[in-house]
C-alpha cells in the first residue's frame, strides 16, 4: 500500500510539457471525421448554391445530428467542408471543427453559410475525393471513423485522377466514401453513384429528389453517418 499522499507527489512530479500532452490526447480525439464534399460547378446557379449551403448548416445543427453524437463514445466528431468541380480545383472553404454540443454546431453552420463560393466548373468528383482524403489526413484529430460525403447533381467528367482511383485510394487508407445524389432532372444518377463514387465498408448512397430536397436528404444521412 502507498503512503498517504504518494499519488499526489507523483502527480506533481510529472513535467508539465507531458500532462498537457497528455490531457491533450485525450480530448482530442473524437468518433468521427467528416469531410462534406458539395457539388459547387457551374451547373448550380446562385439559387440553388444558397439552397445547398442552408440545406447544410441546417442538417448540422439539427436535433436529430446533435443526438447522434452525443451518443458517441467520445461524444465528438470533426467536420470539413470542401466545394469541388474543376478538374484538380476542389477547395477547403470551411476548415476543421470539433462539434460536441449546440453551441459548435451553430458556430460551424455560421461558417458555412458564411464562406464565399469557391471558383468551380465541370465535375471532377476523383479529384474532390483526393482532396478530401488529404485532408482527413491532415486532422487535427485522431478518429476511428474517416468519411467523405460528397454530394453532387452529375457524374464524375473532368478529373486529373479518375473517380475510379479515386475511391479506392481512399478505401485503402480506411476512409468511407458515401454519396448524396441530387437527381432533379438527371434520372438514374443514385445508381451511377452507387457504382462508380462509393467506396469502402458500409458505404452508400442516398437520394434527394431536388436541392430543395437536400437539407432533409443531408440530415437523413448525416444521422446514419455518425450513428
Same mark, same amino acid.
Given at each position: 500500500?502507498?503512503?498517504?499522499?504518494?499519488?499526489?507527489?507523483?502527480?506533481?512530479?510529472?513535467?508539465?510539457?507531458?500532462?498537457?500532452?497528455?490531457?491533450a490526447a485525450q480530448e482530442g480525439a473524437v468518433d468521427l471525421l467528416l469531410v462534406l464534399a458539395v457539388d459547387a460547378s457551374g451547373s448550380i446557379d446562385a439559387d440553388e448554391f444558397r439552397l445547398q449551403r442552408e440545406g447544410c448548416a441546417e442538417a448540422l445543427a439539427h436535433p436529430a445530428v446533435l443526438s447522434?453524437?452525443?451518443s458517441g463514445p467520445r461524444a465528438a466528431i470533426g467536420?470539413?467542408?470542401v466545394e469541388w468541380g474543376a478538374p484538380g480545383g476542389a477547395a477547403t472553404v470551411v476548415g476543421?471543427?470539433?462539434v460536441s454540443g449546440s453551441g459548435d454546431a451553430r458556430a460551424l453552420a455560421r461558417a458555412v453559410m458564411d464562406a464565399p463560393r469557391s471558383r468551380q466548373s465541370w465535375n471532377a468528383i476523383g479529384d474532390a475525393v483526393d482532396h478530401a482524403a488529404a485532408l482527413i489526413a491532415a486532422a487535427?484529430?485522431?478518429?476511428?471513423?474517416r468519411v467523405i460525403d460528397l454530394s453532387g447533381d452529375a457524374p464524375d467528367m473532368r478529373s486529373i485522377n479518375p473517380i475510379e482511383v479515386a475511391r479506392q485510394a481512399a478505401a485503402a487508407q480506411g476512409i468511407?466514401?458515401?454519396a448524396l445524389a441530387i437527381e432533379g432532372g438527371r434520372p438514374g444518377? %443514385?445508381? %451511377?453513384?452507387?457504382? %462508380?463514387?462509393?467506396?469502402?465498408?458500409?458505404?452508400?448512397?442516398? %437520394?434527394?429528389?431536388s436541392r430543395a430536397d437536400f437539407a432533409r436528404a443531408l440530415r437523413a444521412k448525416l444521422v446514419r453517418e455518425i450513428a
Amino acid at each position: 500500500m502507498s503512503p498517504p499522499g504518494l499519488g499526489r507527489r507523483a502527480a506533481l512530479l510529472v513535467p508539465p510539457a507531458l500532462a498537457a500532452g497528455a490531457a491533450a490526447a485525450q480530448e482530442g480525439a473524437v468518433d468521427l471525421l467528416l469531410v462534406l464534399a458539395v457539388d459547387a460547378s457551374g451547373s448550380i446557379d446562385a439559387d440553388e448554391f444558397r439552397l445547398q449551403r442552408e440545406g447544410c448548416a441546417e442538417a448540422l445543427a439539427h436535433p436529430a445530428v446533435l443526438s447522434a453524437i452525443s451518443s458517441g463514445p467520445r461524444a465528438a466528431i470533426g467536420v470539413a467542408m470542401v466545394e469541388w468541380g474543376a478538374p484538380g480545383g476542389a477547395a477547403t472553404v470551411v476548415g476543421w471543427h470539433r462539434v460536441s454540443g449546440s453551441g459548435d454546431a451553430r458556430a460551424l453552420a455560421r461558417a458555412v453559410m458564411d464562406a464565399p463560393r469557391s471558383r468551380q466548373s465541370w465535375n471532377a468528383i476523383g479529384d474532390a475525393v483526393d482532396h478530401a482524403a488529404a485532408l482527413i489526413a491532415a486532422a487535427p484529430w485522431a478518429a476511428r471513423e474517416r468519411v467523405i460525403d460528397l454530394s453532387g447533381d452529375a457524374p464524375d467528367m473532368r478529373s486529373i485522377n479518375p473517380i475510379e482511383v479515386a475511391r479506392q485510394a481512399a478505401a485503402a487508407q480506411g476512409i468511407v466514401v458515401n454519396a448524396l445524389a441530387i437527381e432533379g432532372g438527371r434520372p438514374g444518377l %443514385t445508381r %451511377t453513384y452507387d457504382e %462508380t463514387v462509393i467506396a469502402g465498408d458500409g458505404a452508400f448512397v442516398m %437520394t434527394a429528389d431536388s436541392r430543395a430536397d437536400f437539407a432533409r436528404a443531408l440530415r437523413a444521412k448525416l444521422v446514419r453517418e455518425i450513428a
